[in-house]
């Protein structure tokens, strides 16, 4: 039956929805009182709600019909969610969540690395990750695949201080990607955390120059890429390509967001270079397999 609305409870509708997004944007703005960014991404969240309220089937009328099942970071969908509802991701999401910086929640991207990872249990080589940060993604990677228990390592690589500032093109600065202290010095923490596991590798540095130290990696089957910055990505990746099983995969984090696009065209110049093309995911992630 199809689904309509008359013109007075369209209106009611719109009513109810706008008071929704002022009570979410007043909500919001008394959080992050000088907090320009969480305020944007507070409007954006109260225009996206607003618009679903008063769309129920949809923006366009040719989508799938039904409800919503996913919505938060990038993207929105009625596509089943299932394999997010298991015990075993809740539990690597929650641990990971709660020791991230991420600011909000990125369950369908932090879905894909644990795939990924469990993808790559059965593929000779071992892990890394470029961009740690407190090391959020890793947890939930360690969690979900049971790390420890494997025979493989899990080389872990970041300043854990920053972008570089060095690193960062003219494009990429007026993008407004910058070394602004947002991710502030966390190798203390991070050593800690990860010390308890004797295959799990933090290193400290700045890609490029830090690769010549990682030791006793020949064969990865799993790569995670997120450094916000275009230089130091095409580098990790022309690192670890030669290194990557048949079969591997790596994941590229920011490389469908729009910010990113220095970042995207790099990578799919070096990835063409290698006779690949990068697949980007609904959540904004990228996506090479060997
Ligand atoms: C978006 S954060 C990583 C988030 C992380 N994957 C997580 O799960 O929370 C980006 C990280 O890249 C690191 N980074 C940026 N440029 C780098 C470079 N040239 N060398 C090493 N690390 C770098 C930063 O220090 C920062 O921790």
């Known amino acids: 039956m199809a689904f309509s609305l008359t013109g007075k409870q369209q209106e009611e509708l719109e009513e109810l929805s706008s008071k929704v997004a002022d009570l979410l944007m007043s909500y919001h703005s008394s959080l992050a009182d000088n907090d320009n960014r969480g305020k944007r991404v507070a409007k954006f969240k109260a225009e996206l709600i607003k618009k679903i309220i008063t769309n129920p089937r949809g923006h366009k009328m040719d989508i799938v019909p039904g409800p919503l099942t996913y919505i938060e970071d990038l993207f929105g969908t009625r596509a089943s969610t299932h394999s ?41 080589g071992d892990f890394i990750e470029f961009g740690v940060d407190r090391g959020g993604l890793s947890t939930a990677v360690i969690s979900y695949t049971n790390f420890e228990k494997t025979d493989k390592n899990f080389f872990l690589v970041d300043t854990y201080q920053g972008l570089v500032e060095d690193y960062i093109s003219e494009k990429e600065q007026e993008l407004n990607i910058v070394a602004d202290g947002r991710y502030p010095d966390c190798w203390d923490e991070v050593s800690n955390r990860f010390s308890k596991y004797d295959n799990v590798k933090p290193i400290r540095g700045a890609v490029p120059d830090v690769l010549p130290e990682i030791e006793n990696l020949d064969k990865v089957s799993y790569c995670s890429i997120d450094m916000n910055c275009a230089a130091p990505e095409v580098a990790a990746l022309e690192y670890v390509w030669p290194k990557l099983s048949n079969g591997g995969l790596i994941i590229f984090d920011d490389y469908g967001f729009p910010k990113h696009q220095v970042q995207r065209d790099s990578l799919d110049e070096i990835a063409s270079g290698f006779g690949r093309s990068i697949y980007t995911l609904p959540t904004g992630q990228g996506l090479l397999v060997k």
């Open 84 to 124: 997010m509802e298991s015990e075993r991701f809740i539990d690597a999401y929650s641990s990971a969540k709660a020791i991230s910086n991420w600011g909000r929640d990125i369950r369908w991207r932090c879905y894909t690395v644990c795939w990924a990872a469990e993808h790559a249990m059965n593929i000779e």
